[in-house]
Nanobody, 120 residues
Framework: QVQLVESGGGLVQPGGSLRLSCAVPGSIFRINTMGWYRHAPGKQRELVARIESGDSTDDEDSVKGRFTISRDNAMNTVTLQMNSLKPEDTAVYYC??????????????WGQGTQVTVSS
């Protein structure tokens, strides 16, 4: 089982910025879709943004124009740049990736989650 390694997150004031990073460890044959989800208290987990292997992206409506997802295929990483943060962005953020292992097994993998808190 492959677990993604996340970094970033923390406490920031409204209007501030944070950057989340996620790496796929080990040897991988191919990384397909990568993305970020979030889970706020009392709500269901929701997709924030995702990026395909060809770099096309899909963002949740509430983050359009504020969040940017990008990937580095050479480093097997995905980054979420979050600007103009709002209190309603407060949640645990999870990295997600659909990968194909060197054994040609396709898996959906997750990070451990990182807390983002937007508060004054």
């Amino acid at each position: 089982q492959v677990q993604l390694v996340e970094s970033g997150g923390g406490l920031v004031q409204p209007g501030g910025s944070l950057r989340l990073s996620c790496a796929v460890p080990g040897s991988i044959f191919r990384i397909n879709t990568m993305g970020w989800y979030r889970h706020a208290p009392g709500k269901q987990r929701e997709l924030v943004a995702r990026i395909e292997s060809g770099d096309s992206t899909d963002d949740e409506d509430s983050v359009k124009g504020r969040f940017t997802i990008s990937r580095d295929n050479a480093m097997n990483t995905v980054t979420l740049q979050m600007n103009s943060l709002k209190p309603e962005d407060t949640a645990v953020y999870y990295c997600n990736a659909d990968i194909t292992t060197v054994a040609r097994v396709t898996l959906t993998t997750w990070g451990q989650g990182t807390q983002v808190t937007v508060s004054s």
